[in-house]
């Protein structure tokens, strides 16, 4: 059961049997709380639980990361690679084509990672720097403006925007683009 909070933490209650519980919490009682990591998430578990009966309750926190580094493409087999993956696991990629050389494109990968940590793992978002990549991948992409956000699924091309307005609104274009395939 989850309860919104009003931070980036979500409380989550579980329960269980009592025959389910460690030995180091049942013979310490209370023991505070401790964090645990799972994958890239901090999970906080109580270990003072109430026993009600041969059920025990018990509350943790699990912290969303609050932006998502994006991994760089930086040549055609990586871009087959990451392609080949979503096939497989049937799952989304955004890529962001950026120049370096470009202000929106810096100005907008930061935006764009805050809004991969909604998504994730649901969704992997990857940029290609054009001047870094051979300009056959460029031309795979079908990119000639910067910055140009791409949709992914399935190893094929679905759609794209062309950020060249403001950020807040590149990146609730692409919040719809995301929940335009997902709803398909």
Known sequence: MAIPASNPCVLYRDF????????????AGCGGWSPVTSGSLLTWRGVCRRRRGDLRAGAFW??????????????????????RRSKELSQPVIIDWIASWCRKCIYLKPKLEKLAAEFHPRIKFYFVD?????????????????PTIQLWKDGEWKAEIIGGHKAWLVIEEVREMIQNISNK
């Open 62 to 83: 699990i912290a969303k990361p609050s932006s998502v580094e994006m991994e760089e493409i930086a040549g055609m087999e990586e871009m087959d690679e990451v392609l």
């Open 16 to 27: 269980g049997h009592r025959e389910h519980q460690s030995a180091a919490s049942s013979a």
């Open 130 to 146: 054009v001047n870094k990549v051979p300009q056959a991948l460029v031309k795979r992409g079908n990119v000639s403006k910067m």
